[in-house]
């Protein structure tokens, strides 16, 4: 008996080993392959940042320049625009509207002047009658009305490197279908990406192609994930996977990661983590052991997304004017405010502050890992430098996670102290690599670790940001 459980435990380690295996060498490969995301000056970029609506259900969404500041300040350097089909196209009901054009255009310049690249996601939501059975058959040209609303939005946007690019169709569904999710996948929605991508490249190249998978019914999920899987390659250019997650259980977020690499991997790009977070229940807000229960599956989700290295998106950037009511517990929101209004001010500290974690936004060379112990609160980096590709940005967050100041340490050569009481930027207690002062900058504004440049090219460094001041110089 006493064998056959040891046997069991070893088969249980066994596994937890190669799992952590395969994770480890799906971040290590990444960093050295095109399945990361690069931006046009070659930097290894984490793409992090929010969902930002332009509607609410209640009503328009406007946003000024101190929202964007606060995006910064809480880490973002991407942001994805939920675009609105009944205002970009020939739907019933619908019809491009100018003013909705121009509105886009101030949100991706806010984004822009705050240093946060765009990608625009394209719902459904505002097309009443909306029948995913006839877009899949195409029965009416329904197709091609959808690629001429993204036309739009190309030819605009052709020449704005602060646009990445374009989340093809959000949260596609199966509804009373009779059809399975593979057929479904396989024979209509993998067909029409091909045909979306395949008109995109007539106007324009370059901008990345985020895909999603389909969103099962209520009652289907594949390990407790409703997003179907996909096993067919979409066989173009520049596809970028883009699973969402919405997970309230430790158990079954691993699964759903490692599922969703192996999807990436098929479509030969990155993975960006489209949406993510379990919605926020209106009883949440007033019970400490429910936050505090947030909080912790909230850190082992991202925890694993560090550790696989990929973007993530978090829903919603917004205020908390409408709740939805379709979870036992009763309302609900995605909103990381809770001010009852359109965009607010006042964070859901117990999400925010998981959310504004540190992290390496920019690298001028390659990330090998990184990870935020959020019990330490320390930020280990591992990176190969390229002196040529300008400015590393590390994103710090010092204003919430390190009050009583922070010290940077680069391998055994470089120690610097950040001192919030003297307020006078970087200190240099310690370098025997020949590191030069001038080009480490602390931007106090967007809470931000700038290195302008890397003393050598091709450099393994080790790099951690730890808590406190140290008054040692070894």
Request: net charge neutral.
């Amino acid at each position: 008996m006493q064998y056959r459980k040891s046997k069991m435990f070893l088969s249980f380690m066994n596994f937890w080993k190669v799992t952590a295996l395969l994770i480890f060498i799906a971040f290590q490969s990444n960093a050295q392959s095109t399945h990361v995301v690069r931006d046009e000056d070659g930097r290894h970029v984490i793409p992090r940042g929010f969902v930002v609506n332009t509607n609410d259900g209640a009503g328009e969404l406007f946003y000024t320049p101190d929202d964007y500041l606060r995006m910064v300040r809480m880490g973002a350097n991407y942001q994805v625009i939920r675009l609105e089909l009944g205002k970009l196209s020939n739907f019933p009901d619908s019809e491009l509207k100018p003013e909705y054009l121009l509105k886009l255009d101030s949100l991706v310049e806010l984004g822009k002047n705050h240093g946060i690249k765009t990608v625009f996601k394209m719902t459904v939501y505002s097309v009443k009658g909306f029948s995913w059975e006839d877009f899949y058959l195409n029965k009416g040209g329904e197709q091609e009305t959808y690629v001429e609303a993204w036309k739009t939005i190309w030819h605009r946007y052709k020449n704005n490197v602060a646009v990445k690019g374009y989340d093809l169709v959000n949260e596609p569904r199966k509804h009373d279908m009779d059809i399975s999710y593979v057929d479904l996948t396989n024979n209509h929605l993998v067909p029409i990406y091909q045909k979306i991508i395949d008109e995109y490249l007539k106007i324009d190249e370059g901008k990345l192609m985020y895909c999603q998978a389909i969103f099962m019914n209520k009652g289907d999920a594949i390990n407790h994930n409703q997003y179907a899987e996909i096993t067919r390659s979409i066989d173009r250019p520049n596809v970028v996977f883009t699973p969402h997650i919405y997970q309230n259980k430790k158990q079954w977020i691993r699964p759903s990661m490692l599922r969703f690499v192996k999807e990436a991997e098929l479509q030969n790009g990155p993975m960006l983590v489209g949406e993510w977070g379990y919605p926020t229940l209106k009883t949440t807000d007033t019970s400490i052991s429910d936050q505090l229960d947030y909080m912790d599956y909230y850190m082992h989700t991202v925890h694993l997304f560090d550790s696989l290295g990929v973007g993530t998106i978090k829903a919603w950037f917004s205020g908390n004017r409408v709740m939805q009511d379709f979870l036992p517990g009763g309302p609900s929101t995605w909103a990381i405010f809770s001010d009852s209004t359109g965009v607010g001010t006042v964070e859901r500290k117990y999400i925010t502050d998981i959310i504004a974690r540190p992290y390496p936004q920019a690298i001028a060379g390659d990330i090998h890992t990184f990870n935020y112990d959020f019990s330490t609160r320390i930020l280990k980096v591992s990176l190969a430098t390229a002196s040529n590709k300008g400015a590393s940005k590390i994103f710090v967050g010092a204003n919430r996670h390190y009050p009583d100041g922070f010290t940077i340490r680069i391998g055994g050569e470089l120690l610097l102290i950040h001192n919030p009481i003297k307020n006078a930027g970087l200190e240099m207690l310690k370098n025997t690599g020949g590191w030069e002062m001038g080009n480490f900058i602390w931007d106090e504004k967007s809470q931000q670790l700038v290195i302008l440049k890397w003393p050598s090219d091709k450099q393994e460094l080790t790099l951690s940001i730890e808590p406190g001041i140290t008054r040692k110089s070894l």
